[in-house]
């Protein structure tokens, strides 16, 4: 069968090039936490067969990988959010995160749900599916590693678990269980201190007036 006769489905899956390197950490990012999430250790774990990353721990695993050097193009800015419509938060949010995920959504790689909660507020969460897993099997070895590497401690090799408390004292920790070497704290929640020079700038009132 050529190609050209294979379903369109299948053809899309193909073009998992076509994706940036960015998107495919993404993409695998959020198979390795759905994944990791179904581990009986974790403290995510779901009873479920449909598991979904939640949009916040998400933004916060990115935020790592960014300060850690693993997207080429990622930036973050501090951004404010309302948390189970009752608390807002400052963040660190990736716009160029945010906008990959809405493409790869776009693709039928990715789908997003969106639930209410008794306190009137919404969670959002993304799950792959059926056409990503098409486009994962094609993730090349070098971007999956790069993913993995971050939840996994340097000094024993023992994978880490994730912790987000978003409490009255919030926090966001990535733990190893077994050593202190390479506990993370992540400043997720603080926002940064940026150094910028400005001058004022004067507008010629000759230059607006119609000759």
């Known amino acids: 069968m050529s190609f050209e006769d294979e379903p369109q489905e299948l053809s899309r899956a193909k073009t998992v090039e076509s994706l940036t390197r960015d998107q495919q950490i993404l993409l695998h990012t959020i198979y390795y936490l759905t994944k990791w999430m179904t581990d009986d250790e974790h403290f995510f774990k779901t009873e479920g067969k449909k598991v979904w990353i939640k949009e916040l ?40 995160g945010v906008d990959d995920i809405e493409d790869l959504r776009e693709l039928d790689i990715l789908e997003k749900i969106r639930l209410s909660t008794s306190k009137h507020g919404f969670v959002t969460a993304y799950r792959i599916t059926e056409t990503g897993d098409k486009y994962l099997k094609k993730i090349p070895k070098e971007v999956i590693d790069e993913v993995e590497k971050l939840f996994f401690c340097e000094n024993c090799a023992k994978r880490m678990q994730f912790y987000m408390n978003m409490g009255d004292n919030p926090t966001v920790v990535i733990d190893c269980p077994d050593c202190d070497e390479s506990d993370v704290n992540l400043d997720f929640l603080e926002s940064e201190d940026v150094s910028y020079k400005s001058k004022p700038y004067f507008l010629k009132i000759s230059d607006l007036l119609i000759r």
């Not at 930036?75 to 807002?88: E, K, L, M, N, V």
């Open 57 to 96: 721990p998400l933004w916060a695993i990115m935020y790592y990988q960014i300060t850690n050097g693993s997207y080429e193009t990622y930036d973050y800015a501090p951004t404010p959010i309302q948390f189970f419509g009752r608390s807002c938060f400052t963040v660190n949010l990736s716009y160029e």
